[in-house]
């Protein structure tokens, strides 16, 4: 059984940092993972993704310079590390997993949470 939990949302006032959990069981957590966000009235879009050892790491132009994204294999935790927020990345965020060696499309992901909610206010 594969599942993916993720934790840390919350509301944050704008310039605020937060950062994200996912904590993942089964073997999935072998696999590249990412991060993904769907803010209201729009698709699910990429936010940053890594390998499972860590040395291929992508990130949306969008939050590059603010955002980390990081894994724990030992802890079997992926995270995201989340600077500066702004209002514009309210939404709802989740972690996924596929078999691909990268992707940035959520369609070629496998696995996912349920996601948290992170609100940035103005």
């Known amino acids: 059984q594969v599942q993916l939990v993720e934790s840390g949302g919350r509301l944050v006032p704008t310039g605020e940092s937060l950062r994200l959990s996912c904590v993942a069981s089964?073997?999935?957590?072998?696999?590249?993972m990412g991060w993904f966000c769907r803010a209201p009235g729009k698709q699910r879009e990429f936010v940053a993704g890594?390998?499972?050892?860590?040395?291929?790491?992508h990130y949306a132009d969008s939050v590059k310079g603010r955002f980390t994204i990081s894994r724990d294999n030992s802890k079997m935790t992926l995270y995201l590390q989340m600077n500066r927020l702004k209002p514009e990345d309210t939404a709802v965020y989740y972690c996924?997993?596929?078999?691909?060696?990268?992707?940035?499309?959520?369609?070629?992901?496998?696995?996912w949470g349920q996601g948290t909610q992170v609100t940035v206010s103005s």
């Open positions: 089964g073997r999935t957590f072998a696999y590249f």
């Open positions: 890594i390998s499972d050892d860590s040395t291929n790491v």
């Open positions: 996924a997993t596929t078999i691909r060696p990268m992707s940035i499309y959520y369609q070629e992901y496998n696995y």
